[in-house]
């Protein structure tokens, strides 16, 4: 890939680390906390909400170039909607019980299982 000098290497810097840290460690927290019988159809359901999102920052992109010679700003400011959604919603998710028990936690980690299954 070409980054920002011309030069072949890395991504650019804007790229950024939250994209591949969300992606691989989503499916991994659904597989720990989804119930057995439905973790293929959890994992599968991440991966088409972000699909449908993608789709949705693209119809909301377009509409939006349309209203002003500015309106990428107002796209643009739509983005912290949904981040502090995520962001406020990660502060009351549970601890995986894998997690705790790796971490010598064993009887919060069987609380914790008991409590999502």
């Known amino acids: 890939m070409i980054n920002r000098k011309g030069t072949e290497g890395k991504e650019s810097e804007s ?3 939250c994209f591949p840290f969300e ?5 991994v927290f659904l597989s720990e906390v989804a119930p057995v019988q ?3 159809g959890v994992n599968i359901l991440f991966q088409l909400f972000v699909t449908i999102g993608i789709l949705i920052a693209g119809i909301v ?3 939006t170039a349309k209203l002003h ?3 990428w700003r107002v796209s643009l400011g739509m983005v912290a909607v949904p ?4 962001f406020f919603g990660s502060m009351i998710l549970t601890e995986t019980p894998a997690s705790l028990v ?4 064993e009887a919060e980690g069987k609380a914790v299982l008991k409590k999502i299954r």
């Open 38 to 40: 439905w973790r293929g």
């Open 23 to 27: 992606f691989q460690s989503v499916p």
């Open 61 to 63: 992109n377009y509409i």
């Open 83 to 86: 981040g502090l959604v995520l």
């Open 69 to 71: 010679p500015y309106g």
């Open 102 to 105: 790796a971490r010598g936690k």
């Open 15 to 17: 790229s950024g680390w």
